[in-house]
């Protein structure tokens, strides 16, 4: 619940009185934001008055008698300057001219009300008056937040492209200043390096652009019938030279061919993106399991590893842009940090979700729910 200030201005004692009373019990909802609003007033009887409280109460509204003793409800807003953002006047008067109207429109005022009004009448106005101003406050906040999350994206991604681009400088370096000699044989290591760091690269570049076309709702989607079975033999098939290298047990498990009303590229994303990372952070020796079942509400994707696992902490950070857990254990295992989270935003698409259990040096267990016959298809 918020509550907003209001700086009532009349200089007939009644009138400030019964607009308090309009105000001090009433309780506005916004239903865009779910969110309760309710008033506090004070007073000022007079031109000097409202000025001098108006700049210590800093009020949300400003409920202003159009004329006072002293000066005019105009004056009084072209010397207080007042901005949308923070404060919005409704022009109080019972010269209820056009010409008056014009006028306080054009000095700043958000509305104007003509006297004599019902209180519902006055609580009226003043709902419009706090919805716009709640209203532009969040799209306010919400730009602002953008512009942070963009600022702390491509801090993140000039960091993440920054690392693979200075290896590969100074691998070329040392090529061109022959540190190892004139014989190509001594920097197939290097050149191995270097391919290695630009694989690197070609995967964040590729995984940044499939994240942000699904986000955007700019990529082409087919939705068709698609055979997870399939897409996880073939997601096996791509993993099956680094598994047999560490001598990783992979396995599928599953009663029955799982089909799916979906995007095939989709469902390939997820399952890569998983079987992958099931293979790259397991042990040598170990084990993966993949598990596709179907009930009458969703459909399970279950990859489980025998890998180096991860704290109770460390799961809580993962679903977000660019997040990999480092520590000792994966210092040297590459990755765009953006699997995971694309593989949220996909079970999103299917009104479904991400999760995971997992244990140091004991492996990982991630479950993506898909609920089929659910689609979202907005995007």
Do not use: W
Not at 22 to 51: H, P, S, V
Not at 292 to 300: A, E, N, S, V
């Amino acid at each position: 619940m918020s509550t907003l200030k209001v700086l009532i201005v009349d200089d007939e004692k009644g009138m400030r009185e019964g607009m308090s009373r309009a105000l001090q019990n009433y309780t506005m909802k916004l239903q865009d934001i779910d969110e309760e609003i309710t008033f506090r007033t004070e007073f000022a009887e007079n031109g000097d008055e409202a000025i001098i409280k108006y700049r210590a109460y800093n009020p949300d509204i400003l409920l202003l008698d159009y004329k006072l003793p002293d000066i005019t409800g105009l004056e009084i807003l072209e010397k207080l300057e007042t901005n949308e953002e923070t404060t919005l006047t409704i022009m109080v008067t019972a010269y209820a001219s056009l010409e008056t109207a014009v006028s306080a429109i054009r000095a700043g005022a958000f509305d104007f009300l003509a006297k004599p009004f019902t209180p519902q009448e006055l609580r009226n106005t003043v709902s419009k008056a706090a919805q716009s101003l709640i209203l532009a406050r969040q799209v306010k906040k919400l730009s602002e937040e953008r512009k942070q999350v963009r600022f702390q994206f491509i801090s993140v991604l000039g960091h993440e492209l920054k690392s693979p681009l200075s290896a590969i400088d100074g691998y070329l370096n040392m090529m061109k200043e022959s540190i190892l000699g004139s014989n190509l044989e001594s920097y197939k290591d290097i050149i191995a390096r270097c391919l290695v760091r630009t694989d690197q690269m070609k995967k964040l570049i590729v995984d940044l652009l499939e994240m942000t076309k699904i986000e955007s709702g700019n990529r082409d989607r087919e939705i068709i019938s698609v055979n997870l079975t399939e897409i996880a033999n073939m997601s096996v098939e791509n993993v099956l030279p680094d598994a047999t290298k560490r001598n990783i047990n992979i396995q599928i498990h599953t009663k029955e061919p799982v089909i799916i009303l979906a995007d095939p590229i989709e469902m390939e994303i997820i399952l890569n993106n998983l079987v992958s990372n099931a293979v790259k952070y397991n042990r040598e020796n170990g084990k993966v399991d993949i598990i596709l079942d179907k009930d009458q509400q969703y459909i399970r994707i279950i990859v489980k590893d025998t890998g180096i696992g991860m704290t109770e902490e460390e799961t809580k950070k993962l679903f977000k842009e660019f997040v990999r857990i480092k520590n000792s254990k994966t210092k040297d295992i590459l990755g765009s940090g953006l699997g995971l989270s694309t593989i949220k935003k996909i079970a999103q698409l299917y009104n479904g979700d991400v999760n995971v259990v997992s244990e140091p040096d004991v492996g990982s267990t991630f479950t993506v729910l898909l609920k089929s016959e659910n689609i979202n298809t907005s995007n």
